[in-house]
Structure formats: C-alpha cells, structure tokens
C-alpha cells in the first residue's frame, strides 16, 4: 500500500470519528425523546406525554418538571424496563435523568453560554487532614454531590474536582428559588447520629451533673424555645455506632395529627439489625436523634422495632424537611463550604453565544479569504485543511466531554489563525525550493524542510497550553484543553492532510507549479542598529505601564477573581451616571466600589458591572433598586469569589506563567543554544510586561481570563522567536559569510514576510474577537493584540540583540565555520559594507 493511500485511509477515519462524535450536535426536546423512547405504551401514558406538552406549553424550557408533575404517581418503570436500575432509591427521577442525558447534544455549552450557576466547593481541610486517602474523599464527596443536585432536575449538571480539595458544580437553567434550594442542599452536611439518653437525664440536668460521656443537648425548636425547650442528658456517641450511613431510603411525609412534615427514614439491612437490637436492648428508655449536632427529638421506646424503619419529628417547615430527607439519603462523609459563586442569566448567555459565533465566523472568513488570495490553488488547500481542523476539534473536544466555554470559544478563533503559520511556514520553504522548477521539485521533501520549525513552534506552544490544563481554574482550564487539542489536529491537517491533497493533484496533472503572490522584499533593513534604542524604549514603557498599576491604581487594577467580592452585572432601563452610582453606594455604606459599563459590540446590548466586597451584593443590588426605583435593575449576573480562591488564583496564575517559562527555557537550550534559550525566554518576559503595562494604561483589570491571555502570547511569542532562532542556526550552519550581526540582520530579512504574514492573519482573527466579541472577550482580544504586537517586535529588536550580547559579537560554534557569501538578493546593510 503507498503512502498516499494510507495518509488517505488515516485522514477518513479521523474525520469519520470526529463527525460520529459530533452527532447529535444540539440537544433535542426532552418531551419528545421521553415519547420516542417509550417501550411499553399504553393510553395513560399518552395522557401523560399529552399532560407534559401542556405544562411546556404555559412554561417554556421546564421539560424536566413538567414530565416529573405529569407522571404524578404513576410508576415509569413500566414504561422504561430497560433504564432501571437496581440501586435506584426515586426510579421516576432516575429513569428521567437517563433520558435527559439521551436527548442532550454532543456540544456541551459551559454556563457562560447557556446561563445558570456555578458553586466552587471545598472541603473541610480540618476534616479531610485526618483522612488518609483523600481522593476517595473527594470521589465520595462528588458522588454525594451528583445526586443531591440531580434532585433538582437540571439538564446535564456538571461536578468534577477543582484542586486537591475543592469541587466545581455547574448547575445549568436555575431560577433564583432553586439557587438558594442549591445552595443550602450542597451545603447540608446531614450527619446523622442515633444517641441514648441517660436513664436519669432528668434528676441530673436538674442538679446540673453532667456525667462523663454525655453533654447537655436542648430540642431543637422554634416555637418551644422561647417556652423552654426540654434539655437531655445525651451520650456524646452514636449507640453501637448507628449513623446516618446506615440510611437507604429517605422521605417526607405530614403528620396525620398536626399536618407538620416528618422525615421517614428506612435503614439497610445492617443498620436495620442495629437498630433493632438497640431498641430490643433499651425498653422503655430516651433514644435521642441528634442531626449536624442538634437534638431534634428523644422518642421513648415502647417496644423493640425490627421493621428496620423510623420517623424523624420535628419544627421543620417543608422545604427544610425536603432538603434533611436529600441530605441524609445522600450524606456527606467530609463537610463542605461555598467557597466561590457565580451566576449568568441565560439571556446573557445566548448574548455570548451571539457574540462569539460572530467573532468566529468572522475570524475564519477573513482567514480563508486571506489564504485564498494571498496563496490561489495552495490557499485553497490550506482552507481545507483549516476547515477539517475544525471539525476535528470539535469532535475531539466532545470525545473527552470536554465543555465549550467562552474563553473556549476564543480559542478556536485563534486556532484558526495561528494554524495558519504551519502551512505558510511550508509554502514559503516551497516557494525558497522552487526557483523556477516545476512543483514536483519544490514539494519534494514537503512538509520535512519545515517539518522541524514546525514541530518546535507548536511544542513550546504546547508547554504553555498544558500548563493552563494543570494549573489553570475554570475558564481557563477549558481555553487549555482547546488550545492543546487544536495545536495537535493542526499539525496534522498542515502536514498529512494538505501533502495528501498536493500529491493528488500532482498525480492527477491538476497543477504544474507554485503560484503564489509575491512577498513583500526586504533585503537590507539594518535591525541591529536600532537596538539599543528599542531596548531603552521597551523598558521605559514597561516601568511606566507597571508602575502605573502597581503603586498609581493599587487594588483597583485587580479583578474580582484576584482580590475576591461580589461582582454584579445588571441590565437597566435607563444609562445612569457612574459617579450617581457610586455615591449611591457610599450612602448605603458600599463606598469600596468598582463601577463600569461594558457593551457587546456584537448585540448592542450594554450593561452596569458593579463589584463590592464579599457578600456585599445583596445589599449593593438593594440600595441602588432603592435609590434608583425607576431605573428598572435587572440582575443578569454574579460572580462571588471568597479571599481563599482569589488567593489561589493568584497562585496558579504565578505558578503557571514560571512554569511555561522554564519548560520553554529548558527545550530551547535542548533544541538550539542556551544563548538562544535565554534570549528567548527574556524576550517572552518582556511581552508579558509590555502587555500588562499597556493593559493597566487603559484601565484593564487583572482576571482569571486575562491569565489564559497571557499564557497564550507566552505560547504564541515563543513560536515566532523559534522561526527566527531556527533561521539563525540554518545561516550559522550554511556557514554564511559575514559578522555574527550581519548574520542577523541577514536572517531577520529573510524571515521578516512570513512574520507579517502569520502575523497579519493572527490580528485578523484576534481582531474580529475584540470588535465583535463582547464582554470578557474584549479584555481578552485586546491583551492579545497587544501581545502579538509586542511578540512580533521583541522576537526582532530584543531576543536578537540579547543573542549578539550574550556572544559579544562573535560567531557562535554551530555548523560550518568556513563564511560564504550570502544567499542572492539577501544583503544586509553591514555585509554591503563588508564587501566594499
């Protein structure tokens, strides 16, 4: 079999999976799926689906409830033999689950998207340092977590580990009601103990002896308390070590007498054999039930139960007993606190989704267009290849379950314009090898002289996306895991793909020779004598810009991700001043304020980001409603991130930049020369620099994106230095003739067209992202304009210089020694010189 047959075989198949696990892209009506996957029907079922379709009807977007209020008491399991499980404790629940799963799409749409809430958990560090293996702890914790929220009939909630002690649950489409639900079921710890009563709790509490073993515990009740509650004598142990693990079942159900609620419990077959020989034990005797360390009743055992159930009373309103009976059904083995909230209305997020499939489809035309053009016959080629780069990504990203945010949709923009570098990198070496031969000449060897460069810059580029994976938060994590993907799938389609469509055409007599737009020429720009100039200039701009934000704005250049509080974004009816809001705030004691308006270019749509200190934004959003009654606030948004997250943003963010740094320092100093490493890597710090500088100069606030923003112009800057280092070595090798700073500037020439190239279609792609991309994305686009722009030049007049300081002007030892003249029409200014 020749090659070309199996690069072929190899490109089906991948493309085959990628669109096997693209399908069903959107999600489909859970009603209907729930009609379709019917296996057993009969007329109250249809009256069932009918009664549903109702429900949807008057209440759009509820599909889940309403099929749950239509089944009512009737039992699916008949309906749906197949999706029942023996585990299953509410199989109604269950069963509907299952089917919510079967009608979601592949794509699956981060919260920024689709709008709803995310609780960043953590568990009881106290708790968790005396349990031995941990990530069973979490593992538990998740699992605990997963049913509880379940219960709430969302569509596709998502919980994973966040961090060696914390959890991320999405919770996707919640009213305001059931995000308060949410949050205190998340929060209940339900530990359940059953405890025994001192015989003589009565004489003793009288005489205030507390025996060793027992404390006081006084009922818990809130019409009693005032009256004086009744205090018990109670063992500070569970008796036989009767917990709420032991628990299978658990409901609510009124009291026949009262019409209050009480928790029906129903223990396993062990925990029942306990209970049951401690009530046979304890005639007549106080078992006290005692809940997250609260005494909610002591009931007198008349006789031993064996039946393996009992009753829970108590003062509790109904929701309250609801949320006990989910907690102690699914109990918590390490207690857990909310830690960070965050909250997008799904209006909002249908905003985003406008706003970045404009930039998207906008990035990728104007990409397409641009090859087209610029390269005829092989810009076509590469559109294909950057359109199957895109399909297979999204098939990547929904193999791994992997959820498309925001930052994730920026992303793939980029990718788009930074895979364009691969192909331009080969056409420009075709072009070199061509000459004037036929394109049998010029592809021969195609893809393997710019195999090297390639390979090189896209793995540095990938050092810096894997970070983001590792030791990124949130959104960010999410920009890795698309940006990693699309670097790997993009030197496929650059170097299988589009070879595989040249040898085609090439076999078929399509095409003879390379046509292409001519380059730009540069021949004799002197670089070298501008760097002392440039180096003084970037280190002026970048105390300025620093200094600026560091000691001129202070706490204020940091975001609500880095220093923590509430952030709230409202939609309004009427563009209030920001100095009325402010001094609103201050009246109501909120004088500690960030206030500002951001606008979708891509929607029109605009609106009031307020950020107060922690749990301040109740208060925030009362005050302004008070001050402003007409203005209409509608809350859309709310982020709330505690001081321990903000702090371990700060750090991940700090640990991620050094890291990229170092793993790209230590494969240059592998790849090249150390002298080239270290001038790379002090080139990549000053891109980050001059970018913040610039950043905190208009006003920007430091965020977890903005740490993605620049982990990428880290991961971009270093791919064009490596064309560049690559280029050196090659001259070096060559042995051509001339000083080591003619050698330089010869080389800065000769690569300078493909860098205003890639580089043009990167601003391109980036470009459509700031102007149409909206919100966040604006910050995002706007670093990384910046970053290209500053990349671009220190790759030119700051890793070069240092390169020629580093070796004092001499020639390093790589390759040829022997000079020879320089390629024809490439003659730097100081060569010129040289010859004369």
């Not at 729930?34 to 509820?62: I, N, T």
């Not at 991320?168 to 949410?182: F, L």
């Not at 402010?582 to 606008?599: F, H, V, W």
């Not at 009362?622 to 402003?628: D, E, H, I, T």
């Amino acid at each position: 079999m020749s090659r070309n047959s199996w690069r072929f075989l190899l490109t089906v198949f991948i493309v085959a999976w990628a669109l096997y696990e693209l399908y069903p892209p959107k999600g489909r009506d859970l009603i209907q799926v729930f009609d379709q996957r019917v296996e057993f029907r009969d007329p109250s079922f249809d009256e069932l689906v009918k009664r549903a379709r109702e429900l949807e009807a008057a209440q759009p977007g509820q599909a889940y409830a309403h099929l749950l209020a239509a089944t009512g008491t009737n039992d699916l399991a008949r309906f749906f033999p197949s999706l029942v499980e023996d585990d299953d404790v509410e199989r109604n629940r269950a069963i509907l689950n299952r089917l919510q799963q079967k009608a979601a799409g592949r794509i699956k749409l981060g919260l920024d998207l689709q709008g709803g809430t995310e609780f960043l958990v953590a568990l009881d560090p106290g708790r968790l340092a005396n349990i031995a293996d941990k990530e069973r702890a979490v593992d538990q914790a998740i699992e605990v977590l997963r049913k509880r929220v379940d219960t709430f009939g969302v569509a596709e909630p998502i919980l994973r580990p966040a961090g060696q002690n914390r959890i991320s649950i999405q919770i996707p489409g919640m009213s305001e009601d059931q995000k308060q639900s949410a949050e205190e079921t998340i929060k209940k710890v339900a530990f359940l103990e059953f405890r025994m009563v001192h015989p003589e709790s009565d004489e003793l509490v009288r005489a205030e002896i507390i025996e060793p073993g027992y404390e006081l515990m006084q009922e818990r009740s809130r019409r009693r308390r005032a009256e004086g509650a009744p205090t018990y004598l109670v063992r500070k142990t569970a008796e036989a070590g009767l917990t709420g693990k032991y628990v299978s079942r658990a409901g609510v159900f009124p009291d026949p007498m009262t019409g209050r609620p009480k928790i029906s419990l129903q223990f396993n077959s062990e925990g029942a054999e306990i209970f049951g020989n401690i009530t046979r034990n304890n005639v007549g005797h106080l078992l006290a039930i005692v809940l997250d360390g609260e005494l909610y009743s002591a009931p007198r055992i008349n006789s031993a139960i064996l039946g393996g159930s009992c009753e829970i009373t108590g003062d509790f309103e109904l929701r309250e007993a609801f949320e006990l009976a989910n907690a102690l059904q699914n109990p918590l083995e390490t207690p857990v606190t909310i830690e960070e909230e965050r909250t997008v209305d799904p209006s909002l997020g249908a905003d985003s989704i406008a706003s970045g499939v404009t930039a998207s489809i906008i990035a990728a035309v104007g990409t397409f267009l641009f090859m087209m053009v610029f390269y005829l016959t092989s810009g076509l080629v590469a559109n294909l290849a950057l359109a199957l780069n895109v399909v297979i990504l999204m098939g990547a990203m929904c193999a791994i379950e992997s959820t498309l945010t925001m930052p994730g949709i920026a992303g793939i923009a980029l990718t788009i314009g930074m895979a364009v570098d691969a192909n331009v990198l080969i056409y420009e070496r075709m072009r070199e090898a061509a000459a004037g031969k036929s394109i049998s000449g010029s592809s021969h060897g195609y893809g393997w002289t710019s195999f090297g460069t390639i390979f090189d810059a896209n793995l540095t580029t990938l050092i810096a996306s894997i970070i983001l994976i590792f030791f990124g938060t949130g959104p960010v994590k999410g920009f890795g895991v698309t940006l990693s993907i699309g670097i790997c799938v993009s030197m496929f389609t650059a170097l299988v793909v589009t070879r595989l469509v040249y040898d085609t055409l090439l076999a078929r007599g399509l095409i003879s020779k390379v046509r292409m737009l001519s380059l730009p020429k540069f021949s004799s720009i002197p670089f070298m004598n501008w760097r002392f100039l440039c180096v003084g200039a970037s280190a002026v701009l970048i105390i300025v810009g620093l200094g600026y934000g560091i000691f001129g704005r202070g706490k204020q250049v940091l975001g609500v991700d880095f220093a923590g509080g509430d952030a709230i974004t409202m939609r309004y009816s009427e563009r209030l001043g920001v100095d009325q809001l402010r001094q609103a705030l201050a009246q109501g004691g909120l004088g500690d304020s960030t206030i500002g308006y951001q606008q979708s270019r891509a929607t029109g749509h605009e609106t009031l980001q307020v950020v107060v200190p922690l749990d301040a934004g109740p208060r925030a959003q009362q005050v302004l409603q008070q001050a402003f009654p007409n203005v209409q606030f509608d809350t859309v948004g709310v982020d709330s991130v505690g001081p321990t997250v903000g702090a371990h943003i700060q750090r991940s963010a700090l640990i991620s930049s050094l890291l990229a740094l170092f793993g790209i320092l230590v494969y240059v100093a592998f790849r090249y020369e150390f002298s080239f490493a270290i001038a790379s890597v002090i080139a990549l710090i000053h891109d980050v620099f001059l970018t913040l500088g610039i950043f905190f100069l208009a006003g920007g606030q430091l965020n977890a994106t903005m740490v993605a923003a620049v982990l990428t112009i880290i991961g971009y800057s270093v791919n064009d230095k490596i064309v560049i280092m690559d280029r050196i070595r090659e001259d070096l090798k060559l042995g051509i003739r001339g000083s080591f700073r003619e050698l330089i500037d010869i080389a800065l020439n000769q690569t300078l067209g493909r860098t205003i190239i890639t580089g043009g279609a990167v601003i391109m792609a980036t470009a459509s992202l700031f102007i149409f991309g909206g919100g966040v994305i604006n910050d995002f686009a706007f670093v990384f304009l910046v970053g290209i722009l500053s990349g671009t030049y220190s790759s030119l007049m700051i890793a070069s210089p240092i390169v020629l300081w580093w070796h004092k002007g001499q020639r390093p030892k790589i390759g040829a020694q022997l000079e020879m003249q320089p390629p024809p029409g490439v003659v730097g200014a100081g060569l010129a010189r040289a010859k004369a």
